[in-house]
């Protein structure tokens, strides 16, 4: 059972790790047609690999219309990188209960803000996964972050039943 | 519960310090006043004395641009965005030309959209800027 969640966390951080690169690296596109060029691909998109621009993020950010600008600007620059702090916090069990806390708020107020957008008829196609979710409807868009909450929930519970486990992995 | 909220707080902190060397590393392209740079920006004035060397693009919905637009402009919205872009390249541009868009106000969204499009999407050489204040600047100067 303890091997069952342990593998529940790597999960959930790895959904953080691989969301916060969607906006921190500026993906090429890859062809699923065949091994052979989905290889090719891979390799051509490291070869190619940089910074994603921040600014695009920025403008994701900009379209919920909650926040000032230049906020939106600093989260922009901030906020991928807290994810994926979270995610590796969580796979390797360092901070854990620091890092599931900030997974549940990050989550939560992602979810609201959509909501909220959703609610004021802003069509928001750019989900948690940057631009890669684009094309998810808002219905699925939700069914995925609930899943991520359900998980992250799941591991807290799981680790208030087990505080040895917990008491070891904030060390 | 101290002990969580000392987790949260070092990884918020830890997080800072990669967020800041980005922010350090992009500092030159970043806009902290609006989401289309200042350099990508032309005020009314200047874009009106650019006369016929100016393409104008109204990227405000078609109601809209059917209601009123600027003289000469034409509809590049991307709500049909497909459909209008081949009669935009077709009919009205030039590589010589430079490109003005824009949408209803200072505060809309379209007009950054529609110009990073052509210069990302349509990869048109062409200077591209946002009318700076949108239509509402052009028919406040109009007056």
Not at chain 1, 76 to 81: E, G, N, V
Not at chain 1, 133 to 151: E, K, N, P, R, T
Not at chain 2, 10 to 15: K, N, P, V
Not at chain 2, 47 to 69: K, L, Q, T
Request: with cysteine; glycine share 6%; net charge neutral.
């Amino acid at each position: 059972m303890k091997f069952a969640w342990r593998i529940v966390g790597v999960l959930v951080g790895a959904v953080f790790v691989f969301a916060s690169l969607t906006k921190i690296v500026d993906f090429q596109p890859v062809r699923f047609g065949s091994p052979i060029v989905f290889a090719r691909d891979i390799v051509i998109g490291l070869q190619h690999l940089r910074f994603a621009d921040p600014m695009d993020f920025a403008r994701d950010i900009d379209n919920y219309k909650i926040l000032p600008w230049a906020l939106g600007v600093q989260l922009a620059f901030y906020l991928p990188w807290l994810e994926i702090i979270c995610g590796l916090a969580l796979i390797f069990r360092r901070l854990y209960s620091g890092a599931l806390a900030l997974a549940l708020a990050l989550m939560l107020v992602f979810i609201g803000g959509s909501i909220a957008a959703k609610a004021r008829g802003i069509d928001i196609t750019c989900g948690c996964f940057g631009h890669i979710s684009d094309q998810l409807s808002f219905a699925w868009h939700m069914v995925l972050d609930f899943a991520i909450v359900a998980g992250v929930i799941a591991l807290w519970r799981w680790d208030g039943e087990n505080p040895r486990v917990t008491e070891r992995a904030s060390r | 519960m101290r002990s969580l909220l000392r987790q949260g707080v070092l990884l918020l902190c830890l997080a800072l310090l990669p967020a800041a060397g980005e922010a350090l590393y992009f500092r030159d392209r970043i806009s902290w006043h609006s989401r289309v740079a200042e350099s990508e920006m032309v005020a009314v004035d200047l874009a009106r004395n650019w006369g016929a060397s100016a393409i104008w693009v109204d990227a405000r919905p078609d109601a809209d641009f059917e209601r009123d637009h600027v003289p000469g402009a034409i509809s590049l919205n991307e709500d049909r965005w497909n459909e209008l872009l081949p009669q935009f390249l077709q009919q009205q541009w030039s590589p010589e030309k430079k490109v003005v868009v824009y949408c209803s106000s200072q505060s809309c969204n379209l007009a950054g959209d529609v110009a990073r499009r052509l210069r990302e999407e349509a990869k048109l050489p062409n200077d591209i800027r946002v009318l700076k204040g949108g239509w509402e600047e052009w028919l406040r100067t109009r007056k």
